[in-house]
């Protein structure tokens, strides 16, 4: 694996390479990137954040985020995209939490599919983020490759910049005595368990984005489990604390005063 360098990108011309890189990554039709060159020119030209990850000066991932509210504290992290093979992503959550604590910021936020497995142990594992809301439908539907055109509920993760910063390796989460599992999978499907206990277990689809291809009514019933469950768990003030074995989201309600 080729050695990356992490870099803000300015000109046009890379800018450019960035939106081709988040159409290849999305699968979406040219000029529907996520985020367009002009678009990343103003934020950047603003001294907002958009960078690039390179191997052997090839772009293969990047990342592009705002300032956001509170004024003077967040940056909100709207794109990150990497090709597979080079883990581009940890470098570049790195190098985006170096140059938020070099500006006096204390806390990055984003939103990412609670349904996506790897992403929940990327965000809450490696890097420590955790959940604060659970919002349905956020960027209504998308019709892309990643996508699908399912609703796009979306969770938004903060990630404290006081912490010890991300991991490659690390430690397994505890999981209370006494959890009970709020969902699980059987036979690829969402099962709803008890919801009322302290501590609770909500599992993930392995892949739900090959169910979104294979089985599109498997993909919505997941959709609306998770959206009942972690989004139900998460307003009535419950907190996640970790993600368990790659498979579930461990969550835990504050005792009664």
């Not at 504290?73 to 709207?78: A, D, F, G, I, N």
């Not at 959550?93 to 929940?120: E, M």
Request: hydrophobic share 45%; proline share 7%; glycine share 10%.
């Amino acid at each position: 694996m080729s050695a990356l360098e992490v870099r803000e990108v300015y000109e046009l011309a890379e800018l450019a390479l960035v939106n081709a890189l988040f159409e290849e990554i999305w699968g979406t039709a040219p000029g529907a990137s996520p985020m367009g060159t002009e678009q990343m020119r103003a934020l950047s030209h603003a001294g907002n954040y958009v960078a690039g990850a390179f191997a052997d000066g090839r772009l293969v991932g990047a990342s592009v985020a705002f300032f956001a509210a509170p004024v003077g504290r967040t940056l909100h992290s709207h794109v990150t995209g990497a090709l597979p093979g080079h883990a581009a992503g940890l470098p570049l959550k790195r190098h985006q939490r170096d140059w938020s604590l070099a500006r006096g910021l204390s806390r990055i936020t984003w939103t990412y599919d609670p349904l996506v497995r790897r992403n929940a142990h990327f965000n809450l594992a490696k890097l420590g983020a955790r959940p604060v809301e659970y919002l349905t439908g956020f960027y209504g539907q998308i019709d892309d490759a990643i996508n699908g055109g399912d609703d796009t509920d979306r969770t938004l993760v903060a990630w404290a910049l006081d912490g010890p910063g991300p991991m490659a390796s690390p430690p397994p989460v505890r999981v209370p005595a006494g959890a009970v599992t709020a969902l699980s999978v059987q036979d690829g499907l969402p099962v709803v368990g008890r919801l009322d206990a302290p501590a609770l277990l909500v599992e993930v689809p392995p892949d739900i984005e090959a169910l979104r291809r294979t089985d599109p009514g498997a993909a919505k019933a997941w959709r609306l489990a998770m959206r009942e469950v972690l989004g139900g768990l998460l307003a009535e003030g419950a907190r996640v604390t970790g993600f368990h074995g790659r498979t579930s989201y461990v969550v835990t309600r504050e005792p009664a005063a």
